[in-house]
């Protein structure tokens, strides 16, 4: 695993496409028992190379009920995002991740992570990519997230840009979040 690691840090692959140039930002162990896959790093993250060290981190954690120390600690939490490095500002937001990474480096890091019980796919990058039977929508496969348990739990993207989403759909913070605890603390806890 630390050899993938180094090889991921030092990736190139598609550094043609990075505005602010590669900077890889990726965690896991062996024994990582959860998973989490989301976008892309964002400013903050290129800048600090921390995975989620931004707002929409605080949010995850706080829907997860973990803090940092047990957030960042590898033998129980790894962090793979569907794009490793920042992919560049668009019109409306940051660009979609880059499809190089997945395909290129999901396999090898996850064939390496025998002990995982749960894998967080957050916003429609990481559930397009995962799921054969996603719903029409990323708000229906939410709503729908029973369906893809014990393997995946799907997550609408934890950004405060999101807010107006959670507030139109309260079930979400009634019914998914609390569920997410449970699963999340009854893993860590063994």
């Known amino acids: 695993m630390n050899q993938l690691l180094k090889e ?20 896991a162990h062996p024994n990582s028992k959860i ?4 976008q892309a790093p964002g400013t ?22 973990i803090d940092k120390r047990t957030f960042y600690d590898t033998e129980q939490i790894a962090i793979i995002p569907m794009g490793f490095c920042y992919p ?7 660009l979609p991740p880059r499809k190089e990474c997945a395909p290129h480096w999901h396999p090898s890091l996850l064939d390496r992570m025998s002990d995982v019980k ?21 708000t229906e496969t939410v709503k729908n997230y029973t369906e893809y348990l014990p393997t995946y739990f799907v997550l609408p993207h934890p950004s405060p ?12 913070k009634e019914e998914v979040v ?13």
């Open 8 to 27: 991921i840090r030092a990736c190139q692959l598609c550094a043609e496409h990075l505005p602010l140039g590669p900077r890889p930002v990726c965690t």
């Open 35 to 38: 998973v989490i896959i989301g």
């Open 44 to 65: 903050v993250v290129h800048k600090t190379g921390i995975p989620w060290d931004d707002k929409s981190g605080e949010n995850l954690r706080s829907w997860m009920d």
């Open 88 to 94: 560049g500002k668009g019109k409306s937001g940051d």
């Open 118 to 138: 749960l894998t967080l796919l957050i916003g429609s990058y990481a559930q397009n990519y995962y799921l054969t039977n996603r719903k029409r929508t990323l």
């Open 161 to 172: 840009r999101n807010n107006i989403w959670q507030a139109k759909n309260e079930w979400f």
């Open 178 to 190: 609390p569920s997410l605890q449970s699963q999340v603390l009854s893993i860590l806890n063994g």
